[in-house]
T-cell receptor, first 115, second 117 residues
Framework: AQSVAQPEDQVNVAEGNPLTVKCTYSVSGNPYLFWYVQYPNRGLQFLLKYITGDNLVKGSYGFEAEFNKSQTSFHLKKPSALVSDSALYFCAVRDIPGTASKLTFGTGTRLQVTL | GAVVSQHPSWVICKSGTSVKIECRSLDFQATTMFWYRQFPKQSLMLMATSNEGSKATYEQGVEKDKFLINHASLTLSTLTVTSAHPEDSSFYIC?????????????FGQGTRLTVV
């Protein structure tokens, strides 16, 4: 069974500082990894994904994530946080590249960026 | 990215009535749609997976007779909450993916907040 862990319920960072939101995963095969962001009372917006290739993946809004196979991690990063980045962030994994394979989500990390 | 439209955004209904939520893929064909439920300050719980033209596959513990899912076309799936009760109040989110194009990510609707009174 696949699983995702987001060890931090909340991350606080000052605007302009770098941010990291942590994610570790467990799958039986090769993982497909995703980050999504959710604003209040909204669905999820896709940020970025890792399927194969370069371990550093760049996504929307200046976010990037680094795939580390040995540590089974896929941490989300941004060099300089904005107040508008404040939201709920979900890491997700899929290990079966079939059309109906399911995403497993982490519990989410609330990012709070302050002035 | 692709657009998934979910309607309504919010609905209030009386206990015992049924509510239908629609999920449409606007600019792609959704071979697979997923329905999730999200409780306050919690992650998404997958309720069911549906492939176009087939019966939905429900996750363990989800009552298929209560949460009716129809995926009759490649652009529309519906979730009907039958005989709703206050404990069904929640945020429901759909997502869709076109498995034929090799897309690996799913795209999500805006969500529907259901309140049963």
């Amino acid at each position: 069974a696949q699983s995702v862990a987001q060890p931090e319920d909340q991350v606080n960072v000052a605007e302009g500082n770098p941010l990291t939101v942590k994610c570790t995963y467990s799958v039986s095969g090769n993982p497909y990894l995703f980050w999504y962001v959710q604003y209040p009372n909204r669905g999820l917006q896709f940020l970025l994904k890792y399927i194969t290739g370069d371990n550093l993946v760049k996504g929307s809004y200046g976010f990037e994530a680094e795939f580390n196979k040995s540590q089974t991690s896929f941490h989300l990063k941004k060099p300089s946080a904005l107040v508008s980045d404040s939201a709920l962030y979900f890491c997700a994994v899929r290990d079966i590249p079939g059309t109906a394979s399911k995403l497993t989500f982490g519990t989410g990390t609330r990012l709070q960026v302050t002035l | 990215g692709a657009v998934v439209s979910q309607h309504p955004s919010w609905v209030i209904c009386k206990s015992g009535t049924s509510v239908k939520i629609e999920c449409r893929s606007l600019d792609f064909q959704a071979t697979t749609m997923f329905w999730y439920r999200q409780f306050p300050k919690q992650s998404l719980m997958l309720m069911a997976t549906s492939n176009e033209g087939s019966k939905a596959t429900y996750e363990q513990g989800v009552e298929k007779d209560k949460f009716l899912i129809n995926h009759a076309s490649l652009t529309l799936s519906t979730l009907t909450v039958t005989s709703a009760h206050p404990e069904d109040s929640s945020f429901y989110i759909c997502s869709a993916r076109d498995g034929r194009t090799g897309w690996t990510e799913a795209f999500f609707g805006q969500g529907t907040r259901l309140t049963v009174v």
